[in-house]
């Protein structure tokens, strides 16, 4: 049963979040044999500016 983890700054309509998922389900389908049924995908959305790229706030 695979577990996938995906952190995104916010900012996505749930229609690009929807069809993320759909082709991370699809991935991971064809290249583990899992049923897609046992997929799941877990989004993370933080807030912008809660992270920092080389020592700077983004």
């Known amino acids: 049963m695979p577990f996938v983890h995906i952190e995104l700054v916010e900012g996505r309509s749930g229609e690009a979040l929807t069809k993320m998922m759909e082709e991370v ?8 044999g899992a049923p897609k049924e046992h997929i799941h995908i877990i989004i993370n959305e933080m807030k912008k500016g809660n992270y920092a790229v080389d020592g700077k706030w983004k």
Do not use: D, G, L, P
């Open 25 to 32: 389900t699809e991935a991971v389908h064809r290249n583990t």
